[in-house]
Protein backbone atom coordinates (compact mmCIF):
# COMPACT_ATOMS: atom_id res chain seq x y z
CA UNK A 1 0.00 0.00 0.00
CA UNK A 2 1.31 3.75 -1.15
CA UNK A 3 0.20 6.95 -0.26
CA UNK A 4 -0.55 8.26 -4.44
CA UNK A 5 -1.11 12.01 -5.18
CA UNK A 6 -3.15 12.55 -8.44
CA UNK A 7 -3.09 15.80 -10.16
CA UNK A 8 -5.43 16.22 -12.73
CA UNK A 9 -8.30 18.51 -14.03
CA UNK A 10 -9.82 15.91 -16.00
CA UNK A 11 -12.86 14.94 -13.09
CA UNK A 12 -13.61 11.84 -14.91
CA UNK A 13 -10.54 10.60 -15.04
CA UNK A 14 -9.17 11.40 -10.95
CA UNK A 15 -12.27 9.40 -10.16
CA UNK A 16 -11.22 6.54 -12.90
CA UNK A 17 -7.17 6.65 -11.09
CA UNK A 18 -8.86 6.43 -7.86
CA UNK A 19 -10.82 3.47 -7.94
CA UNK A 20 -8.01 1.27 -9.76
CA UNK A 21 -5.14 2.37 -7.46
CA UNK A 22 -7.76 1.23 -4.57
CA UNK A 23 -8.70 -1.84 -5.82
CA UNK A 24 -4.50 -2.63 -5.41
CA UNK A 25 -4.69 -1.20 -2.16
CA UNK A 26 -3.48 2.37 -2.25
CA UNK A 27 -4.36 5.51 -0.64
CA UNK A 28 -5.24 8.15 -3.10
CA UNK A 29 -6.17 11.77 -2.63
CA UNK A 30 -7.16 13.68 -5.81
CA UNK A 31 -6.74 17.28 -6.49
CA UNK A 32 -8.11 19.32 -9.71
CA UNK A 33 -5.02 21.90 -10.28
CA UNK A 34 -1.10 22.41 -9.41
CA UNK A 35 -2.57 25.25 -7.80
CA UNK A 36 -3.55 23.13 -4.82
CA UNK A 37 -0.41 21.08 -4.12
CA UNK A 38 1.13 21.91 -0.79
CA UNK A 39 3.80 20.87 1.22
CA UNK A 40 2.16 18.80 3.41
CA UNK A 41 0.56 16.79 0.16
CA UNK A 42 4.17 16.27 -0.70
CA UNK A 43 5.57 14.60 2.52
CA UNK A 44 2.52 12.58 2.45
CA UNK A 45 2.97 10.99 -1.13
CA UNK A 46 5.17 8.07 -1.69
CA UNK A 47 4.52 9.14 -5.80
CA UNK A 48 3.19 11.72 -7.45
CA UNK A 49 0.96 11.20 -10.87
CA UNK A 50 0.77 15.04 -12.38
CA UNK A 51 -0.98 15.79 -15.20
CA UNK A 52 0.81 18.71 -17.39
CA UNK A 53 -1.75 20.14 -19.43
CA UNK A 54 -3.36 22.26 -16.35
CA UNK A 55 -5.54 25.66 -16.37
CA UNK A 56 -3.60 28.38 -14.49
CA UNK A 57 0.05 26.44 -12.98
CA UNK A 58 0.50 23.74 -15.22
CA UNK A 59 2.37 20.61 -14.59
CA UNK A 60 5.67 21.75 -15.32
CA UNK A 61 5.61 24.37 -13.61
CA UNK A 62 4.33 22.56 -10.14
CA UNK A 63 7.15 20.29 -10.78
CA UNK A 64 9.70 22.66 -10.22
CA UNK A 65 8.04 24.42 -7.25
CA UNK A 66 8.06 21.06 -5.36
CA UNK A 67 10.72 19.37 -6.60
CA UNK A 68 12.46 19.97 -3.26
CA UNK A 69 9.87 19.25 -0.60
CA UNK A 70 8.05 16.06 -2.54
CA UNK A 71 11.08 13.66 -1.86
CA UNK A 72 9.11 10.59 -4.65
CA UNK A 73 8.53 9.71 -7.91
CA UNK A 74 6.98 11.81 -10.25
CA UNK A 75 5.24 10.74 -13.15
CA UNK A 76 4.01 13.05 -16.02
CA UNK A 77 0.34 12.33 -17.41
CA UNK A 78 0.55 14.40 -20.41
CA UNK A 79 -0.75 14.49 -24.47
CA UNK A 80 2.25 16.23 -25.06
CA UNK A 81 4.19 14.46 -27.32
CA UNK A 82 6.72 16.44 -28.84
CA UNK A 83 10.34 15.59 -27.95
CA UNK A 84 11.24 19.02 -26.13
CA UNK A 85 8.12 18.93 -23.81
CA UNK A 86 9.33 15.43 -22.78
CA UNK A 87 13.33 16.63 -22.36
CA UNK A 88 11.25 20.11 -20.04
CA UNK A 89 9.69 17.81 -18.15
CA UNK A 90 12.39 15.35 -17.11
CA UNK A 91 15.08 18.31 -16.60
CA UNK A 92 12.41 19.45 -13.82
CA UNK A 93 12.44 16.95 -11.94
CA UNK A 94 10.39 14.42 -13.17
CA UNK A 95 11.22 10.85 -13.18
CA UNK A 96 9.12 9.17 -15.75
CA UNK A 97 6.33 10.15 -18.18
CA UNK A 98 2.50 8.30 -19.80
CA UNK A 99 1.09 9.37 -23.28
CA UNK A 100 -2.18 9.59 -23.00
CA UNK A 101 -4.19 8.51 -23.76
CA UNK A 102 -2.72 5.43 -21.43
CA UNK A 103 -3.81 1.74 -20.39
CA UNK A 104 -4.26 1.61 -17.00
CA UNK A 105 -2.40 -1.51 -16.81
CA UNK A 106 0.47 -0.01 -18.02
CA UNK A 107 0.08 2.87 -15.48
CA UNK A 108 -0.04 0.39 -12.78
CA UNK A 109 3.08 -1.33 -13.65
CA UNK A 110 4.65 2.13 -14.28
CA UNK A 111 3.56 2.98 -10.67
CA UNK A 112 4.33 -0.35 -9.06
CA UNK A 113 7.90 -0.30 -10.59
CA UNK A 114 8.96 3.21 -9.07
CA UNK A 115 7.72 2.46 -5.40
CA UNK A 116 9.51 -0.86 -5.72
CA UNK A 117 12.82 1.04 -6.66
CA UNK A 118 12.35 3.54 -3.79
CA UNK A 119 11.87 0.80 -1.55
CA UNK A 120 14.63 -1.03 -1.96
CA UNK A 121 17.09 0.04 0.79
CA UNK A 122 20.73 -1.67 0.04
CA UNK A 123 23.25 -1.63 3.36
CA UNK A 124 26.48 -0.61 1.95
CA UNK A 125 28.66 2.24 0.39
CA UNK A 126 30.49 2.20 -2.53
CA UNK A 127 33.38 4.72 -4.41
CA UNK A 128 33.62 5.47 -7.85
CA UNK A 129 35.57 7.77 -9.88
CA UNK A 130 36.19 10.06 -6.30
CA UNK A 131 32.21 9.80 -5.64
CA UNK A 132 30.72 8.13 -2.36
CA UNK A 133 27.50 6.37 -2.84
CA UNK A 134 25.56 6.28 -0.19
CA UNK A 135 23.42 2.95 -1.03
CA UNK A 136 21.01 3.03 2.05
CA UNK A 137 20.89 6.95 1.91
CA UNK A 138 20.35 6.57 -2.10
CA UNK A 139 22.73 9.78 -2.34
CA UNK A 140 25.60 10.77 -3.94
CA UNK A 141 28.67 12.98 -2.16
CA UNK A 142 31.58 14.75 -3.29
CA UNK A 143 34.11 15.79 -1.41
CA UNK A 144 31.70 15.21 1.84
CA UNK A 145 28.88 17.16 -0.16
CA UNK A 146 25.66 15.47 -1.23
CA UNK A 147 24.96 16.03 -5.12
CA UNK A 148 21.49 16.69 -6.48
CA UNK A 149 20.19 14.23 -8.13
CA UNK A 150 16.13 13.27 -8.67
CA UNK A 151 15.33 9.39 -7.82
CA UNK A 152 15.54 8.09 -11.26
CA UNK A 153 19.00 10.24 -12.01
CA UNK A 154 20.58 8.81 -9.10
CA UNK A 155 18.92 5.22 -9.55
CA UNK A 156 20.89 5.25 -12.74
CA UNK A 157 24.04 6.47 -11.41
CA UNK A 158 23.48 3.89 -9.15
CA UNK A 159 23.01 0.38 -11.05
CA UNK A 160 25.71 2.13 -13.53
CA UNK A 161 28.04 2.30 -11.04
CA UNK A 162 27.60 -0.88 -9.38
CA UNK A 163 28.06 -2.56 -13.30
CA UNK A 164 31.16 -0.84 -13.68
CA UNK A 165 32.88 -1.06 -16.97
CA UNK A 166 29.82 -2.59 -18.54
CA UNK A 167 27.78 -1.39 -21.00
CA UNK A 168 23.65 -1.13 -21.21
CA UNK A 169 21.54 -0.45 -23.58
CA UNK A 170 18.49 2.45 -22.82
CA UNK A 171 16.35 0.37 -22.56
CA UNK A 172 18.36 -2.19 -20.42
CA UNK A 173 19.36 0.94 -17.88
CA UNK A 174 15.13 1.69 -17.70
CA UNK A 175 14.13 -1.90 -17.62
CA UNK A 176 16.74 -2.33 -14.76
CA UNK A 177 16.07 0.87 -12.33
CA UNK A 178 12.23 1.17 -13.00
CA UNK A 179 11.42 -2.49 -13.72
CA UNK A 180 9.22 -1.88 -16.93
CA UNK A 181 10.57 -2.71 -20.53
CA UNK A 182 9.36 -0.33 -22.85
CA UNK A 183 11.37 1.49 -26.29
CA UNK A 184 8.97 4.33 -25.94
CA UNK A 185 11.49 5.59 -22.95
CA UNK A 186 15.00 5.33 -24.46
CA UNK A 187 14.13 9.41 -24.80
CA UNK A 188 13.96 8.93 -20.83
CA UNK A 189 17.38 7.47 -20.05
CA UNK A 190 19.07 10.04 -22.48
CA UNK A 191 17.57 12.75 -21.06
CA UNK A 192 18.82 11.99 -17.11
CA UNK A 193 21.89 11.17 -18.28
CA UNK A 194 22.08 14.57 -19.67
CA UNK A 195 21.21 16.01 -16.69
CA UNK A 196 23.20 14.27 -14.62
CA UNK A 197 26.10 14.85 -16.56
CA UNK A 198 25.34 18.42 -15.99
CA UNK A 199 25.56 18.10 -12.11
CA UNK A 200 28.50 16.36 -12.09
CA UNK A 201 30.30 18.97 -14.39
CA UNK A 202 30.97 21.40 -11.21
CA UNK A 203 32.79 18.25 -9.30
CA UNK A 204 35.02 17.88 -12.30
CA UNK A 205 33.32 14.15 -12.77
CA UNK A 206 32.43 12.91 -15.93
CA UNK A 207 32.12 9.12 -15.33
CA UNK A 208 29.30 8.01 -18.16
CA UNK A 209 30.67 7.08 -20.91
CA UNK A 210 28.71 6.95 -23.94
CA UNK A 211 29.07 3.80 -26.37
CA UNK A 212 27.86 4.94 -29.92
CA UNK A 213 25.38 2.47 -31.36
CA UNK A 214 25.35 0.63 -27.75
CA UNK A 215 24.12 2.62 -24.61
CA UNK A 216 26.13 3.87 -21.87
CA UNK A 217 28.41 2.66 -19.43
CA UNK A 218 30.27 4.03 -16.34
CA UNK A 219 33.90 4.26 -16.67
CA UNK A 220 36.58 2.39 -14.43
CA UNK A 221 38.35 3.89 -12.07
CA UNK A 222 41.55 3.22 -14.08
CA UNK A 223 40.39 4.91 -17.12
Given amino acids: MANILVVDDDADL??????????????????????????????????????????????????????????CPILFLTAKTEEADVI?????????YLLKPFRLAELRARLTAHLRRQRRVPQNRIRRGGLDFDLREKAIYWNGTALKFTRGEYAICEYLAIHMGQTFSKEQIYEAVFGFESEADASAITEHVKNIRAKLRPAGAAPIETVWGVGYKWKNDAQ
Avoid at 22 to 41: F, I, K, M, Q, Y
Wanted: overall charge negative.
Fill in 14 to 71: RELLRTALARDGHLVTLLPSGNDVTEAHCRWADCILLDVMMPEEDGFSTCARIRETAN
Fill in 88 to 96: RGLGLGGDD
